[in-house]
């Protein structure tokens, strides 16, 4: 990671997002390698010495506490000797709270608030102790989606503002091209790809990144002469990998596939439905497989049930 950089950490259920985390603050620990904060190894050190915040996705308040003691809990917790008076701790919860946008709710608790305002108070409790690295482990997951977005747009104010280094950990998509400045995606405990949310998307680096990040259908192909090849006709915009050869598949988007006349198409079906989504349309063909081939289109043409349609592909992935 880059100092002072938000970094999302993708994946699906299962792939290590959340096991990476806690190695990273001291919860678990590697079987090999270490963990390396700036120049200082900190693979051996206990939680208490890692100097990382921690935000939960269930926020993890203490319910007795009002809302500025949550804050302070860090602060209050150390040692005699490396903690700050209480001046300066009332300062610190203070600057919190505005921070936050819940300046005069420092006397409620939590169970006063609403779920979007307890992620608030978790984030600033993570704050307090002004950590080397915050770890956000899929804080939004139990809000509904509105809070979710409105949260997204206020995490990212926060983070331009403080320039905390922070480690994102998340399942939804959106959510981590949204908000990150990079991406890591993660598979069954192996690191994909670490890019920008534009590198990860327009230059997956595998199939997995690529089926992981938005809808996508497997094409059987042809590559021969640098070319890849869909029922004899070249496909625009696709490389074959140098020195691929033979039977391949090819990864198409929605909107890398086009609808138009049988004669300029690659492939041909039948319209199994169709449906509006934001100013698009997005219609299931029917090409005898198991799943059927998802097409975006813009033109406005509504295409009924039943309809034979061809499909010209426009673009697409190939890897080796």
Known sequence: MRAGELLG?????????????????????????RVL??????????????AVGFVFQHYALFKHMSVADNIAYGLNARKRSDRPSRTEIRRRVGDLLDLIKLSGFGDRYPS???????QRVALAR??????????????????????????????????????????????????????SDRVAVLDRGRLEQVGTPDEVQDNPASATVLKFLGDAVEIEAIAEGGQVRVDGRPVPSVVAPEGLIGPVKLYVRPWQIQLTEPAAAHLHGTVRASHRSQGRQRIEVDRGESRPLLVEDFDGERYAAGREVGLRIVGGYVFA
């Open 112 to 118: 006063q608030l609403s779920g979007g305002q307890r």
């Open 126 to 179: 993570a704050l307090a102790v002004e950590p080397r690295v915050l770890l956000l482990d899929e804080p939004f997951g139990a809000l509904d989606a509105q809070v979710r977005k409105d949260l997204r747009r206020w995490l990212r104010e926060i983070h331009d503002r403080t320039g905390q280094t922070t480690i994102f950990v998340t399942h939804d998509q959106d959510e981590a091209l949204e908000l």
């Open 37 to 50: 904060f700036g120049g200082d190894d900190a693979t051996g050190l206990p939680v208490q010495q890692r």
């Open 9 to 33: 950490l993708l994946g699906p259920s299962g792939s290590g997002k959340t096991t990476l985390l806690r190695i990273i603050a001291g919860l678990d620990f590697p079987d090999r390698g």
